[in-house]
């Protein structure tokens, strides 16, 4: 059974730093792609980074060259450094594992619980 645990949210000042972790307490990714979404009040649930099994990573226009998303198999957690913070990064983090977008939404094996996120301005 896979269970994502995230970790790492609080409140940050605008241009602070925060790094996220999510660690898998099941079985291993194994070539799971991994990602990081985000859900504001009000708004739908997007997609912020992804990692797939070669490293290759992806990223949402509006984070390229602030955030890294990295994974260490070997502690089955994956991380997101997030860096130069701004108060349009305000949200509920979700990790998942062996996400995909259908036609109307994103859809993973296995969700995290979430954690919060505040940047003041």
């Known amino acids: 059974q896979v269970q994502l645990v995230e970790s790492g949210g609080g409140l940050v000042q605008t241009g602070g730093s925060l790094r996220l972790s999510c660690s898998n307490s099941g079985r291993t990714f194994g070539s799971s792609n991994m990602g990081w979404f985000r859900q504001a009040p009000g708004k739908e649930r997007e997609f912020v980074a992804g990692?797939?099994?070669?490293?290759?990573?992806y990223y949402t226009d509006s984070v390229k060259g602030r955030f890294t998303i990295s994974r260490d198999n070997a502690k089955n957690t994956v991380y997101l450094q997030m860096n130069s913070l701004e108060p349009a990064d305000t949200a509920v983090y979700y990790c998942?594992?062996?996400?995909?977008?259908?036609?109307?939404?994103?859809?993973?094996?296995?969700w995290g619980q979430g954690t919060q996120v505040t940047v003041s301005s």
């Open positions: 990692i797939v099994w070669t490293d290759s990573t």
């Open positions: 998942a594992a062996g996400y995909r977008r259908t036609t109307s939404r994103w859809e993973a094996a296995y």
